[in-house]
């Protein structure tokens, strides 16, 4: 039963892992290529989303994988099997439960290690590429809109960086429309954000009210790109970057950088090992709902339908108590109450499958003895 639990966990597991996937790669994707960037970095982004699109996906995998082999045992017959042969409910249970703990340590290494890393990785990424400010105006031969009432052509770009035949139009201004034109040009960097340095050239500034065009020929000249280009990524981390340990034992510097209180950060923390635990839970919960009722002709889609519904109590429980914990963060100990509720639905369903008749009610039994006639 652990191996099918396992290929089956294995299957649906990639399927909705390929599903998200694919969802945030066309986000990914129009982000990244229209800002110019290669297909590697591209599937660079797309890996490092992956850790955390995994994290989502594992529990219902993990669910849908023990409901369908509930139902197949149920429907052949197996679960009736062994049933006869005497063994209980919480025997049949040890190949599910030994199931969702490793589900439960996967989610364990992936929320309390790859998730973190891979968001740092990511931010860090994304840092480097917005200080890049060739990712939006390195174009060549084509007319580009960085920014609202901006346009910019580059003849050719040399292989040294340099831009040769450079126009550049700003209407930013209400009175006026200023254009640069310049035979080369250069984006270095400065404390100030990126400045493009163009020689050589010329500038137009045409009035609107009066028509009047006034131009102006230069040798050198230094324009502020830093309003074209996009911004610099925050150093600071969020509290998702940190690991495990520094959010259960915030230090103040941690507080300051993430701009959060000690007791969100160490709820945050509490939260992580409460979601890896759910795994458990969502294992264990399509197993014990199909083995109540038993077998029927007619299948167990009431037992399916059941399952469903508890698992979405389970989280809808959990979405409660997600936001109670962000307006009072010092009851992190609540965060746990959606796997313990999930624990103690799973242990009522197996008690109740070992005893069907417990909360029947039973027949009256009929007076034995007999009425003499008088």
Do not use: C
Not at 19 to 33: E, G, M, S
Not at 128 to 142: S, V
Not at 310 to 331: A, N, S, W
Not at 335 to 358: C, D, E, N
């Amino acid at each position: 039963m652990l191996s099918q639990l396992m290929v089956m966990f294995g299957f649906f597991a990639l399927v909705l892992i390929m599903v998200y996937w694919i969802n945030r790669a066309v986000v990914l994707f129009d982000q990244l290529i229209a800002d110019g960037q290669s297909a590697g970095v591209f599937l660079e982004f797309t890996a490092l989303t992956l850790p955390t699109v995994i994290k989502i996906v594992l529990p219902v995998a993990a669910f849908a994988a023990s409901l369908y082999v509930t139902n197949r045992m149920s429907a052949e017959s197996e679960l009736t099997v062994l049933q006869a042969t005497g063994l209980s409910p919480f025997r049949l249970a040890l190949p599910v439960l030994v199931f969702g703990l490793i589900v439960t340590v996967l989610m364990s290494v992936l929320i309390h290690g790859l998730a973190p890393a891979a968001l740092t990785r990511f931010n860090a990424r994304q840092a480097e590429i917005a200080q890049t400010a060739t990712t939006r105006l390195l174009r060549e031969g084509q007319f580009l809109t960085p920014a609202e009432g901006i346009t910019v052509y580059i003849r050719d770009v040399s292989r040294a960086g340099e831009l040769r035949d450079i126009f550049l139009s700003d209407s930013r201004a209400d009175t006026e429309t200023v254009t640069y034109t310049a035979r080369r040009a250069y984006i270095v960097r400065s404390d100030n954000g990126p400045q493009l340095v163009m020689r050589d050239g010329m500038i137009q500034t045409l009035e609107r009210d009066t028509g009047r065009l006034i131009t102006t020929s230069f040798a050198d000249l230094t324009y502020d790109i830093g309003s074209l280009v996009p911004a610099a990524a925050a150093t600071r981390r969020s509290s998702r970057e940190l690991s495990t340990r520094d959010l259960l034992f915030p230090t103040p510097d941690l507080t300051t950088e993430t701009r959060k209180s000690k007791e969100l950060l160490i709820s945050e923390g509490h939260a992580r090992f409460a979601e890896a635990g759910l795994a458990l839970a969502a294992s264990l919960l399509g197993f014990a709902t199909l083995l109540v009722g038993g077998f029927s002709r007619f299948g167990v889609w009431k037992q399916v339908l059941a399952a469903i519904f508890i698992m979405i109590l389970v989280k809808g429980i959990e979405t409660i108590i997600t936001g109670i914990l962000r307006d009072q963060p010092g009851l992190w100990p609540l965060s746990y109450i959606p796997l313990v509720v999930g624990l103690f639905i799973v242990w009522f369903l197996l008690f109740f499958a070992s005893r069907p008749g417990l909360f029947r009610r039973r027949p009256v039994p009929s007076d034995l003895t007999a009425t003499a006639a008088p």
